[in-house]
């Protein structure tokens, strides 16, 4: 298939370029027509002319979608066409990735596609988002499917937000630690060392250890990047394995502090994704399906997989989430309690929002209890290096009071 350069003038009168592939230049010309588009010139890119796409737009995120669901409410709802919300999405969008993809959905659905097919040929978008308009295009709800989306995306925004917000400070932190270091080791240390070798005494350990680490971070520079480049390639390896992903996923799950706000986020996240889907008539094992796929952690994913599969054989969907082990009790019970009365989405949405609730309080005990641990591992780290310089001193000066 080859790149084709055209301009062309749309609907509204005016002149467009851009490019476009086909099998031939007539296909292109007959592809611009049904789009709407008048071409006036279609000549085929070669090497040197072909359009370079670089893609500057990072994945699009909770935040770019909510906003998009919001305004293509509004839009739809102030009696904008399809076509035509599109059209303008596409053009204030602000991530480049989204706003590219709005685009193309544009074209496929004025080819005739509807609005899910052209959103499921777009891979990135979440399957969740796909589901949601699938159903709303089948009810004629289409404005309230993308409704729901929002607010979804919004608070699960702001659980992503609050989770981040709790793991950035210590590795910020971390990350000051770890160059208060190597500024000592590599400027204040050497500047001692001559001393202590004037001395002409016996070096305490801890000081010895320490100009060791300082003389090695001086000579040796290139393999401590080495190995640290080294590491990092390798963990993100093993992360990507389904080894490590087992193994990454129970760490965070029993992790100390961490543990318990992992299961209440991925509780939160379970609860209210399963009551918007199913609020809007997806059944209960696309709902579970679709649910699991969106989990970050893998054994809560394969858990959730595994109780999809019990509901295709009949079983209610509280008694696989309490055989897991994995979720809170609150979780299954009331699962129980909406299968029991009819209304388990209506239950699923109020344990979502105590859940929510309950993620930001441990958030900020978690940011609480944290902050003079931090404190304390930084001070004794820079106390150690600050104890090898004084010891020699101190040394030194209580031989001095015993002659």
């Known amino acids: 298939m080859a790149s084709f350069s055209y301009e062309a003038v749309d609907q509204l009168g005016k002149v467009k370029k851009g490019s476009i592939e086909a099998d031939t230049r007539d296909k292109a010309f007959a592809d611009l027509k049904s789009q709407g588009m008048m071409p006036m010139s279609v000549a085929e890119q070669s090497a040197l002319t072909k ?52 685009k193309e959905i544009q074209v496929d659905v004025e080819k005739g596609e509807s609005l899910t097919t052209a959103m499921r040929a777009q891979k990135f978008l979440p399957s969740l988002l796909c589901s949601m308009v699938e159903a709303g295009e089948a009810s004629g709800s289409l404005d309230v499917a993308f409704d729901r989306m929002a607010t979804h995306f919004e608070k699960d ?8 917000k709790a793991a950035i400070y210590p590795i910020i932190v971390c990350i000051v630690a770890i160059v208060v270091v190597i500024v000592m080791l590599t400027t204040v240390i050497p500047s001692f060392t001559d001393m202590f070798e004037d001395m002409d005494m016996e070096l305490p350990a801890i000081t010895k250890g320490v100009i060791a680490a300082s003389d090695f971070m001086m000579t040796k ?39 318990a706000l992992t299961v209440k986020t991925a509780s939160a ?18 709902a579970v399906e679709i649910t699991a796929n969106i989990m970050d952690n893998k054994i809560i994913q ?18 696989p989430l309490q055989k897991s082990g994995i979720f809170p ?41 944290m902050e003079p641990l931090i404190i304390i591992v930084l001070a004794g780290t820079v106390g150690v290096l600050i104890g090898a310089v004084m010891a020699p001193m101190a040394q030194m000066y209580a031989g001095l009071d015993n002659l």
């Open 302 to 319: 394969n858990s959730l997989l595994d109780c999809k599969d019990e509901i295709m054989q009949g079983v209610p969907l509280s008694t």
């Open 269 to 286: 996240r379970f609860a209210r994704t399963v009551s918007t889907l199913l609020a809007a008539g997806i059944s209960l094992v696309d």
């Open 221 to 259: 520079w290139y393999l401590v990047i080495a190995i640290i480049a080294g590491v990092v390639v390798l963990f993100k390896w093993f992360k990507s394995t389904a080894t490590g992903e087992i193994i990454f996923a129970t760490i965070g799950m029993k992790m100390p502090m961490f543990g």
């Open 51 to 102: 359009d370079i796409n670089i893609d500057i737009g990072g994945k699009p995120k909770a935040r770019d979608y909510s906003v998009f669901c919001r305004q293509f409410v509004s839009m739809t709802q102030a009696g904008v066409t399809l076509i035509d919300a599109l059209n303008m999405l596409g053009e204030q969008t602000e991530n480049k990735k989204l706003a590219k993809a709005i």
């Open 157 to 164: 925004n702001r659980i992503k937000a609050m989770v981040k």
């Open 329 to 369: 009790p609150m979780v299954y019970h009331m699962a129980k309690i909406g299968e029991e009365s009819g209304d388990i989405e209506g239950l699923l949405e109020k344990l979502a929002d105590y859940y929510e609730e309950e993620v930001e309080m441990s958030t900020q005990a978690l940011m609480a209890a």
